[in-house]
């Protein structure tokens, strides 16, 4: 059973039942609806041995030294037979006359990106859409969204899978068996006012594995990318940091009034230079950091990316996706400024797995015991790559090079014939009493504000304390209406969303120390 259509839920599915494994995949829209579908950048990978040690180097100085050096070293050293088998899948690369062309992002010391132009992950889920409706003993199971495991006994020691609650379409709640279980539903950047994240990233798989008892970490290291388009009324559309390698400079209006008056080499007028010596193309933390800070201190609600000074044939061409956006808006690539502020856009931490993507159980049922049959890949997962901070376009990487291990290690290791087991109804003692699902929106909306004002980008422990109490007031809240309703979508989620964003806001109080994504003005 694969929870999730994006990268990694395709790509373990497909191989999985190609292996012969009678698979289902579950999601909770349409195949499409995930965070691959609109990642853009494209995904890094040493496709050559001169490459490996400075990818190795470049992902662990990103992540501040916290990253787990040996699964650095197996994620760069696997990366080039995983983009063979995505090219095996159907999935088309740009190349130029000298092999991949490849770009540059942020903390990359060499260009070492593939990319289709500006719509990589559009391209890999196309591809594996196509293998998966055309792949044997493959079930795919749309607007189908898992509700919660079924453990095999809740009160042992070392857990077990047996199945799992789906929401059918017609709001019923299906109970499955299932030997194997791999979660494989993205992020949650919705529990954020402003994200670059597609609506079905609410953080669903997270909740549903720790509520089981498997282990989650890093909650703290929440990304936010800097440049998402700032135009207000308008969901903030991701402007790829590959634009940034392509030459694009931030600046601020004061930045950006000098430069037009007085001409010269833009990079010398952006703001980033007084942040950092790799000026606009540093790492993500630092960028949309310093890019928070310039925002409070000038009091304007964005920065500007400058294209103006680039070849504008050429970057209409290599960015079709974001040329066209900008156009809906009356904003020409390569020849206007284009409004950017960060916005929530990657969860660093999440189900903590080894180097097959199985899950841990929780330290509060037993330290560091693997969860058999439980399996977490893509951005669910706390793999130990990103450390402190996820280096650009590590993700579908780390995505692709997990879902392959993952795959081999279910294929390995699971029983025949099981799974057969006598499973219990979901509620079968029902409902408590019916009560009113009206509060579930404001309950959303009163969670962004919480999330984005108080476990932001820069945190304060007051706030953090703050935070803490109102998610506990709104966790009684949706718990009362979970217990009180039959479940739909929006309470599954809404239930989701308090739970993950308490992990998030928990993380983030017992970090003491500022490192990577994690700013705390309280702590030095
Ligand atoms: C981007 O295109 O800027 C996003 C790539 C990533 O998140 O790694």
Redesign the pocket.
């Known amino acids: 059973m694969v929870v999730g259509s994006g990268i990694a839920g395709l790509f373990v599915a497909t191989r999985c039942a190609r292996a012969g494994l009678s698979t289902i995949v579950v999601t909770k829209k349409n195949l499409s609806d995930s965070s691959t579908n609109w990642?853009?950048?494209?995904i890094?990978a040493a496709m050559s041995n001169t490459d490996y040690q400075a990818h190795i180097d470049d992902t662990i100085d990103a992540g501040c030294g916290l990253s787990d050096p040996k699964i650095v070293e197996m994620v760069v050293r696997e990366a080039s037979n995983r983009i063979e088998d995505l090219i095996s899948s159907g999935v088309q690369f740009d190349s130029n006359e000298d092999g991949f062309d490849l770009t540059l992002?942020g903390g990359h010391s060499s260009r070492r990106i593939l990319h289709s132009k500006?719509a990589?992950g559009a391209e890999i889920e196309r591809a594996l859409i196509i293998e998966a409706r055309e792949s044997p003993n493959l079930e795919l199971l749309e607007s189908h969204m898992a509700v919660d495991l079924i453990l095999k006994d809740k009160s042992a020691e070392i857990k077990g899978i047996a199945g799992i609650w789906v929401l059918t379409p017609d709001e019923v709640v299906k109970t499955i068996p299932a030997q194997s279980i791999i979660i494989a539903t993205g992020g949650a950047g919705h529990i954020y006012r402003q994200t670059?994240n597609p609506p079905v990233a609410t953080g669903d798989g997270i909740a549903m594995a720790h509520r089981a008892g498997a282990k989650v970490r890093d909650l703290e290291f929440v990304?936010f990318?800097p440049?998402a388009l700032a135009l207000s009324g308008e969901r903030p559309f991701?402007?790829?940091?590959?634009?940034r390698g392509h030459g694009a400079i931030l600046m601020t209006s004061e930045n950006l009034a000098k430069w037009e008056s007085e001409g010269g080499e833009p990079t010398e007028y952006s703001f980033m230079l007084n942040h950092d010596t790799r000026g606009s193309l540093a790492t993500?933390d630092i960028v949309a950091r310093a890019t928070d800070q310039e925002m409070k201190e000038t009091g304007e609600n964005c920065v500007w990316l400058v294209t103006s000074h680039l070849d504008k044939e050429e970057i209409q061409q290599r960015f079709p996706t974001i040329r066209s956006r900008l156009k809906k808006n009356g904003l020409e690539l390569g020849v206007d400024p284009i409004p950017v502020a960060p916005a929530a856009?990657?969860m660093v931490g999440g189900i903590s797995v080894d180097e097959n993507g199985l899950a841990r159980q929780s330290p509060t049922f037993s330290n560091e015991i693997q969860y058999p049959g439980l399996y977490a890949i893509g951005e669910v997962a706390c793999t130990g790559l990103h450390g402190a901070n996820?280096?650009?376009?590590?993700?579908?990487l780390e995505a692709v090079v997990f879902s392959h291990r993952c795959a081999e290690h279910v294929i390995a290791n699971i029983a025949p014939g099981g799974g057969n087991e006598e499973l219990p109804e979901w509620r079968a003692e029902g409902l408590s009493s019916l009560v009113e699902h009206s509060p579930l929106r404001s309950d959303r909306i009163a969670l962004q504000s919480t999330m984005t004002d108080d476990v932001g980008l820069v945190k304060r422990n007051s706030r953090l304390q703050r935070a803490q109490r109102r998610l506990e007031f709104l966790r009684e809240e949706v718990e009362r209406i979970w217990r009180g309703s039959l479940p739909t979508q929006e309470v599954v989620e809404l239930r989701n969303m308090v739970h993950v964003s308490r992990l998030v806001t928990s993380a983030a109080i017992n970090r003491k120390e500022n490192i990577g994504l994690h700013h705390n003005l309280d702590c030095d």
Do not use: C, K, P, V
């Open positions: 990642a853009q950048g494209g890094a992002e500006d990589t670059t990304q990318h440049t991701l402007i790829s940091e590959a634009l993500r856009h990657y996820r280096l650009a376009s590590n993700s579908l």
